[in-house]
């Protein structure tokens, strides 16, 4: 009954009242941060050294021993922020907590912010979410996996696979021998080429994986690195889609395209792997909702600083 309990916490999530008890003001959100990048105590980047004085009002650390500076924010994705750290974790929270996503416009009236300033906040989050999700293990055992594109069709065009304005992507579900889902990679690729999917395949699934997908020839690459391959000629329409070997690969890819056409009007193609690693991010995290802002958070204070110029060329 214990473990229950725990488990409809964790998927309840945090609520508003809770997150502003715990983050809402910039003294706690200071605080937090801290010990979300120096945890263990406080050292010198420079010389190693521990001791350290903070110069009140400034979130500054001057090492006692060589005299080093280093902010709280720098090096990290607040790096230069002019925005209070409130603001930061109010983009965080309601960012982690949304199933679908937020889009900038939403996203600047719960902050106060101007769209402009959402939008980049939304863009360096969803950067951590990226950078936390390529650092996690290969996918393995059984996998299922599958094609899609993320665009609109446009009038009098050509559709389907290579119709133009669409950008390709590969959806990847691992699941457990109970054939339950457990983790999710979204990869934006060229195209559907034996190349391209034999590239993807050694970086993201490990060998010995039994790989399940459709009849499409490019598939047969995932052999090369060192998997199993089980293609199954699934044909197309609704009752593919609810074909049970492809039952989680479809509940993603449907899930994603939902969230897309409720949320955003258009995604860039050069921001789309973004957008994919957000909702991977949220989905292998979907148990453990009550966490979300500090983990969130947590991968913001370990990623490379992205500034305006770094997010706009995707």
Known sequence: MGAERGVRRRVRGLSEPEFRARFGTEEACR??????RWGKGWICPACGHGGHAELKGRAVY???????????????????TKLPLTTWFLAIYHLSQSKGGMSSIELSRRLGTRQPTAW????????????????????????????AYLGGERSGGKRGRGAAGKTPFVAAVETTA?????????????????????????????????VVTDGLACWR?????????????????????????????????GNIKTAL??????????????????????FNRRYQLDTLTERLAYACARTAPHPYRVIVTG
Not at 31 to 36: E, S, T, V, Y
Not at 122 to 140: D, F, I, N, T, V
């Open 178 to 210: 109970e054939r339950k889902p457990r983790r999710l990679k979204l990869t934006v690729v060229k195209g559907f080429r034996k190349k391209e999917i034999e590239r993807l395949a050694k970086r993201d699934l490990a060998a010995g994986s039994n």
């Open 62 to 80: 001057q090492c006692n021993r060589c005299k080093r500076q280093v902010g709280l924010t720098a090096g990290t994705v607040f790096h230069w």
């Open 261 to 282: 056409a409720g949320t955003y009007h258009h995604i860039s193609p050069k921001h789309a792997q973004r957008y994919l690693a957000s909702f991977a991010w949220r």
């Open 31 to 36: 605080a937090a941060l801290f010990q979300l």
């Open 120 to 147: 980049l906040i939304k863009h360096k989050l969803m950067a951590a979410m990226q950078a936390r999700e390529a650092e996690k293990p290969k996918l393995g055992g059984r996998v299922e996996v599958d094609d």
């Open 221 to 253: 690459a995932v052999r090369e690195a060192g998997c199993d391959h089980f293609p199954m000629v699934a044909g197309s329409g609704p009752k593919a889609a609810r074909w049970v070997p492809f039952t989680w690969v479809n509940t993603a890819l």
